[in-house]
Structures are given as structure tokens and as C-alpha cells.
């Protein structure tokens, strides 16, 4: 076989040499381009990385620099450095218990989250079914409308003494601010949704003679639910600020008390620790709402 593909391959007697152009292979930019990939320089493939990082740590250092002048100019203000020891030195052991008064970050921290979801899941069950029945009968909007517009604007820790009246204990007066607080976003959110929602869908419901709970199921829920998840960041925001102010006032385990009982020992670094632990537990309950509402509604929560 191997002779029989040598005297194919050979030239014939006498007859003059072919010249044979070997086939030279694209260059690799060249096949990757006609595979459709659009190779750039690499400066041009960091950029999106660059901008994406870059300008929040730009803003991380000039928060530091400012703090750090700050520091160097208000005797007895803790310097960054001097916090961050504080910080590690704290955080070695967040769940120390030496008294009911007396407890580590993270127990007080975890006492204010148990507050928020307590006030603001009764807030929820409330306010949520109310704004259904606002928004879709004419008559329980008239009714309880000039009701939330007159309770609407009162500071939330306006409600704490009439909590300390009816409930004689602090930990349920601090849970009923956080309910009245956080109920108004998720009545107005939910009730606008439902007004909101297109009259043609209500007719062909009247035509199909649908029941009211086919009506709730098949047609208000799917198209409130953006707004109902909208009230539901907003009352978690207004949750967790409202929470740290009552806890001042009333006392006992709590990330709000624990600022105030290290102002009364004067530890200002532990201060400014609490304010970035307040800080990164607020910003991780609303990245969890915005990934729960993005998995609804894309569109709208990106808006």
C-alpha cells in the first residue's frame, strides 16, 4: 500500500516539478475573529473592572482621609487605625455574656434583628392584606385614607410612649414602633399597585365571572407584587433605623442601647464601630429584599 501511494505521489518521468504552495494556517487573531470574538487590547479588558472597583474604593479612601483629619483635629476622636485594633480586639469574641447589661456585639446585635423581624413580619401581615382591600374597593379607600394621611408623617419613636402605656414593658413598646413605622410603606405600596393595575384585565374578570379569590390569584397578585416588594424594602430601611433610637430609649440588650452605654463610658471607638456594624447589616437586609425582588421583576427594581 505504501509503494502504491509513493508512485501516485511522485512525479512522472520527464515531467517538470510541480510547485506546490503549502497551505499557510490563519493567524490566530484572525480565527478567533472569524468565530466572532472580539479581541482588545488588554488595557481595553480591564476597563470594565477598573471602573467597576475603582470609584468605590476611591470613596472608601476619601471617607478614611476625612475621618482621619477629623481625628487629628478633635482631641479624644479615634483615628481609623486606633478603631480598627479596637475592632479586632471586639470582634475576637462577639458572643461574651457577663451580665444581663453586659454582653458582646453580637448578642445585641441579634437582639435588634429579632426586634425588626418581629415588628416588621406583624407589620407585613397587616399591612399587606389591608392594601389589597384598599386598593380594590372604592369604599375602604375613602374610608381609611385621611387615617393614613394623618398618621402617616408622626415619627415613629412618637408611637414609643404610648407603647411603654399599653404594654408596661420596653421590649414590646420597641416592637410596636417598628409596626407602626414600617406598616405605612407596605399599605401605600401594595394599594397603589393594585389601582394600578389594567382595567381591561378587571373586565375580562367580570366576564369570566371570576370569584374575588381567582381575581386576588390570577390577576392582583402577579401584577402588585413589584409594588408590595418595593413597601417591603422600604419598611425594612425605616425598620432598622427606627429600631437603634428606640433602643436608646428603653434599654436593656440591643445594638441601639449598647451606642448609648459606651457614649455613657465614653468609648468612642466602640461608637464608631457600632455605626459600621449598623451600617453593613442594613446594607445586607436591602441587598437581600433587592436579590428577592430581582428575581421577580428585573426590570422595575433595577428603575
Known sequence: MSAVLENIAAPAPGAPAANVVPLERPARTERLAAKGVNLASGSARMRPYVMKFLPPLLGIAM????????????EGFPGPFETWKEAVHL???????KGPNDQGIGW???ASLK????????AAAVGIPLGFVIGRFKFMFGMFSPIISLLKPVSPLAWLPIGLLVFKAADPAAIWSIFICSIWPMII????GVQR?????????RVLSLSEWKIFTKILLPSVLPYMLTGVRLAIGTAWLVIVAAEMLTGGVGIGFWV????NNLNVPHILIAIGVIGIVGLLL??????????????????
Do not use: C, I
Open 108 to 110: 445585641n446585635v441579634y
Open 197 to 205: 393595575v389594567p382595567q381591561d384585565y378587571m373586565n375580562v374578570a
Open 63 to 74: 471617607l478614611v482621609l476625612v475621618w482621619q483629619v477629623m481625628a487629628s483635629r478633635t
Open 115 to 122: 426586634r425588626v423581624a418581629l415588628g416588621f413580619g406583624l
Open 260 to 263: 448609648w452605654d459606651e457614649w
Open 189 to 192: 405600596n401594595t394599594a397603589v
Open 91 to 97: 470582634f475576637s469574641d462577639p458572643f461574651y455574656r
Open 286 to 303: 436591602e441587598l437581600a429584599l433587592v436579590s428577592l425582588a430581582k428575581a421577580f421583576t428585573y426590570e422595575q427594581v433595577e428603575n
